[in-house]
């Protein structure tokens, strides 16, 4: 009987997986065209204005001038002189399954990077995705989580059992960045500080020395490869810096000199701001008394140091530090419109979850903004998120590599 059972469901699960990626494979060989819209690019402030967009094969085929004639499509949008952004992007993640991705994507989401993911699920999905099985959303796996002790992880790969523990010599170090590239990782994500979501431990408490980042930075770069580093801690901070990370995920407690270097070396910011938010809510993704309390006294830290980076211009990206899941109340838009909170302008918050974050992503040359050529990632929102970057948290049409993943337009009657 349970065998039975177990084949009747493989065998749902395989039709159903057959038809979505049927109807996936269709919609990229339409055409789509956009109509009556306003274009932000992602690069320059200024609003592109009543110009139709042309989709074809998943990618920006033509920005055409409303004196220009217009081609016929299999799929037409008309946005009704709405705003058309590229799709956003999220920095940090922890994306693991194909509903949280999905969740990502019905986000406005088109492109994402992870900062850790079970048993190498992120590249998995991202797979899916470049072979047409998947709309999207592109995701920047980092694997496995560079740090002393795996946890679960230790299933995600035989190898693993091999390592010492825990893992802090060179030699682990190295083979640990070592698989997580062989297994198809673009980004590796180590620990220089502890966690903040986590009742149990400190997060300014640093965990990897410099010496010990900078192996896992010369190791990566062997292979083309950045760092992203989680800290929180004045310490692990200025660490990872000097190691030659390319981001500092959190960085609650970074010190005004460890700004400056990062302004030096071109070294991003990932502050995850709205998850700190998060931390001091009931509900979310995090809801833990010790937790709480922790982030009443980080918030405003994080707000300080955030505005003396932004003074400074150190680039800051946004991203949500969610894995998406089915309470998460975290989008990378809210991030975007703290960001304005806090003394930001509107342009550099869009740039923060488009243009700016692809450049930090390493996919600048296909995504991040609009222009001919470039991958059919975009969303419509319904004002000006130049004057009104909350527009962003609701998109009316989503696009990821030219299928249209929601499209609630138009809104009156047809008659």
């Given at each position: 009987?349970?065998?039975?059972?177990?084949?009747?469901?493989?065998?749902?699960?395989?039709?159903?997986?057959?038809?979505?990626?049927?109807?996936?494979?269709?919609?990229?060989?339409?055409?789509?065209?956009?109509?009556?819209?306003?274009?932000?690019?992602?690069?320059?402030?200024?609003?592109?204005?009543?110009?139709?967009?042309?989709?074809?094969?998943?990618?920006?085929?033509?920005?055409?001038?409303?004196?220009?004639?217009?081609?016929?499509?299999?799929?037409?949008?008309?946005?009704?002189?709405?705003?058309?952004?590229?799709?956003?992007?999220?920095?940090?993640?922890?994306?693991?399954?194909?509903?949280?991705?999905?969740?990502?994507?019905?986000?406005?989401?088109?492109?994402?990077?992870?900062?850790?993911?079970?048993?190498?699920?992120?590249?998995?999905?991202?797979?899916?995705?470049?072979?047409?099985?998947?709309?999207?959303?592109?995701?920047?796996?980092?694997?496995?989580?560079?740090?002393?002790?795996?946890?679960?992880?230790?299933?995600?790969?035989?190898?693993?059992?091999?390592?010492?523990?825990?893992?802090?010599?060179?030699?682990?170090?190295?083979?640990?960045?070592?698989?997580?590239?062989?297994?198809?990782?673009?980004?590796?994500?180590?620990?220089?500080?502890?966690?903040?979501?986590?009742?149990?431990?400190?997060?300014?408490?640093?965990?990897?020395?410099?010496?010990?980042l900078s192996i896992i930075v010369?190791?990566?770069?062997?292979?083309?490869?950045?760092?992203?580093?989680?800290?929180?801690?004045?310490e692990g901070s200025a660490a990872?810096?000097?190691?030659?990370?390319?981001?500092?995920?959190?960085?609650?407690?970074?010190?005004?000199?460890?700004?400056?270097?990062?302004?030096?070396?071109?070294?991003?910011?990932?502050?995850?701001?709205?998850?700190?938010?998060?931390?001091?809510?009931?509900?979310?993704?995090?809801?833990?008394?010790?937790?709480?309390?922790?982030?009443?006294?980080?918030?405003?830290?994080?707000?300080?140091?955030?505005?003396?980076?932004?003074?400074?211009?150190?680039?800051?990206?946004?991203?949500?530090?969610?894995?998406?899941g089915p309470e998460s109340i975290?989008?990378?838009?809210?991030?975007?419109?703290?960001?304005?909170?806090?003394?930001?302008?509107?342009?550099?918050?869009?740039?923060?979850?488009?243009?700016?974050?692809?450049?930090?992503?390493?996919?600048?040359?296909?995504?991040?903004?609009?222009?001919?050529?470039?991958?059919?990632?975009?969303?419509?929102?319904?004002?000006?998120?130049?004057?009104?970057?909350?527009?962003?948290?609701?998109?009316?049409?989503?696009?990821?590599?030219?299928?249209?993943?929601?499209?609630?337009?138009?809104?009156?009657?047809?008659?």
């Amino acid at each position: 009987m349970f065998k039975i059972l177990r084949s009747s469901l493989l065998l749902v699960f395989t039709l159903l997986f057959t038809f979505t990626s049927t109807s996936v494979a269709q919609q990229s060989s339409q055409t789509v065209l956009i109509t009556n819209a306003n274009i932000i690019d992602g690069v320059q402030e200024e609003v592109i204005t009543d110009v139709s967009i042309l989709l074809k094969e998943g990618k920006i085929a033509a920005i055409l001038e409303s004196n220009e004639p217009v081609p016929r499509a299999d799929s037409v949008i008309d946005a009704g002189n709405r705003y058309v952004l590229p799709g956003l992007i999220d920095a940090h993640t922890h994306i693991s399954s194909l509903a949280s991705a999905d969740r990502a994507l019905h986000s406005g989401v088109t492109t994402l990077r992870t900062a850790g993911s079970d048993s190498y699920h992120d590249i998995a999905i991202n797979n899916l995705v470049i072979k047409g099985k998947l709309a999207g959303p592109e995701i920047v796996g980092a694997g496995i989580f560079v740090q002393p002790n795996l946890g679960e992880d230790l299933l995600a790969d035989l190898r693993f059992a091999d390592l010492s523990k825990p893992i802090t010599t060179e030699k682990t170090l190295r083979k640990l960045v070592q698989i997580n590239v062989e297994r198809g990782a673009r980004v590796i994500k180590t620990r220089a500080t502890e966690r903040a979501g986590s009742p149990d431990t400190d997060p300014r408490k640093q965990v990897y020395s410099e010496k010990q980042l900078s192996i896992i930075v010369d190791e990566a770069s062997k292979h083309g490869i950045p760092v992203m580093a989680h800290s929180h801690g004045a310490e692990g901070s200025a660490a990872a810096v000097a190691a030659g990370v390319r981001s500092i995920e959190h960085g609650t407690y970074l010190k005004e000199e460890t700004i400056l270097q990062m302004k030096k070396k071109g070294t991003y910011l990932v502050p995850t701001y709205t998850t700190v938010v998060d931390l001091t809510e009931p509900g979310g993704d995090y809801d833990h008394p010790v937790t709480t309390i922790r982030g009443l006294h980080m918030l405003p830290r994080m707000e300080q140091m955030i505005q003396t980076a932004m003074e400074h211009g150190v680039p800051l990206v946004a991203s949500t530090d969610s894995g998406y899941g089915p309470e998460s109340i975290n989008r990378v838009a809210m991030e975007a419109a703290n960001f304005v909170d806090l003394g930001m302008s509107h342009f550099d918050a869009i740039r923060s979850c488009t243009s700016l974050a692809a450049e930090l992503l390493m996919v600048e040359d296909h995504t991040g903004k609009i222009a001919e050529g470039y991958d059919a990632d975009l969303i419509i929102v319904e004002r000006n998120p130049l004057d009104d970057i909350r527009s962003l948290q609701d998109a009316v049409v989503i696009i990821s590599n030219g299928h249209i993943v929601k499209n609630r337009l138009p809104f009156a009657l047809d008659h």
